[in-house]
Nanobody, 119 residues
């Protein structure tokens, strides 16, 4: 059974940093695109950052220059380093694993971890 378990969330002051981790119990982890999404209260879930199986990264404009996504395929883990946090970064952050194989889409979510940034 596939499991994605996020950790590293918490309460920080504006300007501080956090590093989120997502440990994946998933076969062929290296073949999955891994993404971080977030959802603030009353808002839709939005893509924060993604890293492909080829280590290509992409970021939402609102985190460019502040957040860095990385992966360690030996540990089946993806990370999100978040620097210069702002109050508007407050949200539940979700890990996502995505792969298309043979026309079948595989898409998995973690349970989320809360990030709260006080101003």
């Amino acid at each position: 059974q596939v499991q994605l378990v996020e950790s590293g969330g918490g309460l920080v002051q504006a300007g501080e940093s956090l590093r989120l981790s997502c440990a994946a119990s998933i076969s062929f982890f290296g073949l999955y695109a891994m993404n971080w999404y977030r959802q603030a209260p009353g808002k839709q879930r939005e893509l924060v950052a993604g890293i492909s199986s080829a280590d290509t990264t992409n970021y939402a404009d609102f985190v460019k220059g502040r957040f860095t996504i990385s992966r360690d395929n030996a540990k089946n883990t993806v990370y999100l380093q978040m620097n210069s946090l702002k109050s508007e970064d407050t949200a539940v952050y979700y890990c996502n694993a995505h792969r298309v194989r043979g026309g079948v889409m595989y898409n998995y979510w973690g349970q989320g971890t809360q990030v709260t940034v006080s101003s």
